[in-house]
Nanobody, 130 residues
């Protein structure tokens, strides 16, 4: 059975940092491009970041303009985990964050299209407030 478990969310003050983790069972995450999405109350889900499989011809990472320079996506394949390091957090970053597996190995510039992704975690809540 395939399952994602996001963790690391919580309450942080503006300017603070959190590291989100996406751990999987039932599949090896490095076989796929992995995307991070977020959804704030009353808003549509949006793409945040994507990291390609280590075997991908692309080998690139992608970030939404709103998080470039502040967020970093990475893999630890020994732990079968993908991370999203979030620094300099802003109130507008508050949302439920989800990880998902792409059915391709390369993220490409269309990483934000949700129909590319096959498996989704239940999400982890990030709250940014003073």
């Amino acid at each position: 059975q395939v399952q994602f478990v996001e963790s690391g969310g919580g309450l942080v003050q503006p300017g603070g940092s959190l590291r989100l983790s996406c751990a999987a069972s039932g599949l090896i995450l490095d076989y796929f491009a992995i995307g991070w999405f977020r959804q704030a109350p009353g808003k549509e889900r949006e793409g945040v970041s994507c990291i390609s499989s280590s075997s991908a011809s692309d080998g690139r990472v992608y970030y939404a303009d709103s998080v470039k320079g502040r967020f970093t996506i990475s893999r630890d394949n020994d732990k079968n985990t993908v991370y999203l390091q979030m620094n300099s957090l802003k109130p507008e970053d508050a949302a439920v964050y989800y990880c998902a597996t792409d059915h391709f190995t390369d993220c490409t510039g269309n990483y934000y299209l949700e129909d590319r992704y096959d498996y989704w975690g239940p999400g982890t809540q990030v709250t940014v407030s003073s």
